[in-house]
Structure formats: structure tokens, C-alpha cells
């Protein structure tokens, strides 16, 4: 979907160290870069960059960033296809928080932590039910979920974030994962 280079402009953009990825908007006119910083748990870029690329129609290029352009803006689907192009550097703990999200042995202290960062990342892609999805992802009842969260808010490994749906995993909860042994033991 383009290099994973940004334009120069947008190089000296960000101080933090973090991976840009491109994404292509309104028939090939525009072009978004996102950049997700490096240890980022979350889907959500920190900056969102949206520019005509050259070979765009004229005449869209001209009517400029509509917004019909910007509902074309997909900073979840732009984090996955960057993970899956080889930057895992962006959610280094992703995949041990997958394979704890499925241990058989729930709810351990790592468990909950895994359900803790796997939430926020849901919420922060913008999707509308994060008990649901963690529901598909873990295979359990809707209601062991539910329990399960509230025990990761209670042990202090998801706090609330204002008023706003959702939560944020805890630097504790991230700690938690990065020293949970592998399954297979090593």
C-alpha cells in the first residue's frame, strides 16, 4: 500500500521514535500517513497526516480534504496492515497478550492484564463493543467476560478514562504481560 517511508515533510513531524503508515483515500487522490509510536498498546495513531498525492484528480485535489474524504480514514485498518507488513515493533506485547487471551488457566494476574491492554486497543480502534469482540477473541460467556473486566479495573490493571467509554490499561498491566512466561515455557 506504499512505501512505509514518509514524504520528507512529514519526517522531522514527530520527536518520539514510531512507525508512519500510508493509506490510500478517495480513489488514489489523497494519501493519509498515521504514525503509531513504538510500545504503543493501543490501535489509535498519535498523528494523522493527509495530503493529494501527485498523479490525483485534478479537480478533487482542488476541492480538497472533504469529508467525504476523512470518513475514508481507517487508523484501525491502517495499524493492522502495518503489523502485518512487518513492524510488530508497534505492539511489541500483541502477541503475548493474544496467546494469554486463550490460556486455559483464566483469570491469572497476567490474564487480566492481557484483557486490560486487549480492551484498550479495542476501544481506541473505535470499536462500539469491546466486551463483545474480547466475547469472539477468548471464547468465553459474555458474562464471564464482563466479570473478568470489572475484576481487571478492581486489581488496578484498567482505570477509566473520564467520562469516555472504554478504559486505559495500567503501566502495572503492561508489566504484567511483558513477564508472563510464554506457553510453551520459554
Avoid: C
Avoid at 103 to 120: G, M, N, S, V
Amino acid at each position: 500500500m506504499g512505501p512505509l517511508s514518509p514524504p520528507p515533510p512529514l519526517l522531522d513531524l514527530v520527536g518520539a521514535a514510531g512507525t508512519w503508515v500510508r493509506e490510500e483515500l478517495a480513489h488514489a487522490t489523497f494519501e493519509a500517513w498515521h504514525f503509531f509510536p513504538h510500545g504503543s498498546a493501543g490501535a489509535a495513531p498519535t498523528h494523522v497526516f493527509i495530503q493529494p498525492v501527485a498523479s490525483g484528480d485534478p479537480a478533487a485535489v482542488a476541492r480538497g480534504v472533504t469529508t467525504t474524504v476523512l470518513r475514508e480514514v481507517r487508523p484501525a485498518e491502517a495499524a493492522r496492515r502495518g503489523h502485518r507488513t512487518g513492524h510488530p515493533e508497534r505492539y511489541p506485547l500483541a502477541e503475548r497478550v493474544e496467546e494469554l487471551l486463550r490460556a486455559p488457566d483464566r483469570p491469572t494476574e497476567a490474564y487480566l492484564a492481557a484483557i486490560a491492554l486487549r480492551y484498550e486497543r479495542l476501544a481506541d480502534a473505535g470499536n462500539r463493543s469491546p466486551v463483545r469482540s474480547l466475547v469472539e477473541i477468548t471464547g468465553l460467556p459474555l458474562g464471564t467476560v464482563k466479570s473478568h473486566i470489572q475484576l481487571a479495573r478492581k486489581r488496578g490493571l484498567l482505570e477509566a478514562v473520564g467520562a469516555k467509554a472504554g478504559g486505559r490499561a495500567t503501566g502495572r498491566a503492561h508489566a504484567l504481560v511483558a513477564a508472563a512466561e510464554p506457553a510453551d515455557g520459554g
